[in-house]
């Protein structure tokens, strides 16, 4: 049985919550995290984001003086490499990757890893990732390596955990530092309000999309069709977009451009996830529909 993520958009009740989970702000001059909090959580009210974490490095940061306007979720980033984070968390337990993980998920968080391609592919060992359980997902897209070091795109790490039956899930954070980072890579959520516990259980259940500045329109699974339309966040008369239907290791299933596209499920597939490229390059990262025998959550 096949199993989509997306089934909550039948319901009317949700909304969609773009955010980012990986910023640095308020730590002072001359650090990663030099820009002010508040200008920084402004900027990103003002870019029409819904939900924020301020996650320095192996610091919590207080922010709730700052949240009118914006759902502030704590977090920090673990930073011995390689980096993870720690989301819906107020310390830094400063211990190795998996009781960190552990120590998230009992204080009601999870962990995400970070740009698994930095510096060099592998920035993340995959024999590493293998060996962890109970962290939610990757950073499958992180624009601030591109302009540093390596590639923040992890698609193949991704493709190699599905491939193995982990349901893993796909982020996209900006990894904020400096101005040039704002709103350049997001986490679209369908959740039912913007409360903690309404975003925890849609990432849980992988109800939202990694994005660098595609919408989903609209996402179904019905008789073992897969249906999907694109669009911008802003309105537009562009409506052609490019689909690509992935599959185990990688593989490209189907690849169509238009305004929708579609895929018939041949009951083979362990796996099927969506990218969708727009005439600018931006792109959309879909959760995988799955054969929810096959799978597990690490």
């Known amino acids: 049985m096949y199993k989509n993520p997306y089934e ?16 640095h702000a308020g730590t002072g001059p001359g650090t ?13 009210k003002q870019s029409g984001y819904n939900v924020l974490t301020i996650s320095n490095h192996d610091l919590f940061t207080p922010t709730e003086q700052y949240g009118s306007g914006i759902r502030l979720i704590p977090g920090v980033e673990y930073s011995a490499n390689p980096h993870m984070l720690t989301i819906g968390v107020r310390q830094h337990w400063g211990k190795g990757h998996q009781e960190t993980i552990d120590l998230t998920r009992e204080s009601g968080g999870f962990a995400v890893l970070c740009h698994p ?15 962890l359980t109970g962290y939610t997902g990757i950073e499958v897209i992180n624009w601030l390596i591109y302009r540093l070091e390596g590639s923040g795109l992890a698609c193949d790490l991704w493709d190699h955990l599905l491939s193995r039956g982990k ?3 796909g982020f996209g954070n900006d990894d904020f530092h400096l101005w040039c980072d704002l709103a350049r890579s997001f986490t679209v959520i369908y ?9 925890k259980e849609a990432i849980d259940r ?22 999907i339309k694109a669009g911008f966040f802003i309105d537009s008369y562009v409506e052609d977009f490019t689909y690509r239907f992935i599959g185990e ?6 690849e169509e451009r238009g305004s929708a596209a579609s895929y018939a499920l041949k009951g083979d597939e362990m796996y099927v996830r969506v990218e969708v490229t727009a005439e600018n390059g931006a792109m959309l ?5 799955y054969r929810d025998e096959l799978f597990r959550k690490p």
């Open 167 to 169: 349901l893993v899930y």
């Open 117 to 131: 391609n930095w510096i060099k592919r592998e920035y993340w060992p995959r024999e590493e990732v293998d060996k």
């Open 249 to 254: 290791g990688g593989s490209v299933l189907a």
């Open 285 to 289: 990262f879909t959760q995988p529909v």
């Open 32 to 44: 990663c995290g030099s820009l002010g909090l508040e200008e920084v959580i402004y900027a990103y």
């Open 8 to 23: 909550c958009l039948r319901s009317s009740s949700g909304k969609w919550l773009k955010g980012n989970f990986h910023t």
């Open 191 to 199: 959740a039912d309000s913007d409360e903690w516990s309404d975003i």
């Open 206 to 227: 992988g109800s939202f999309y990694a994005s660098t500045g595609v919408a989903l329109k609209n996402f179904s699974l019905e008789d073992n069709v897969i249906a």
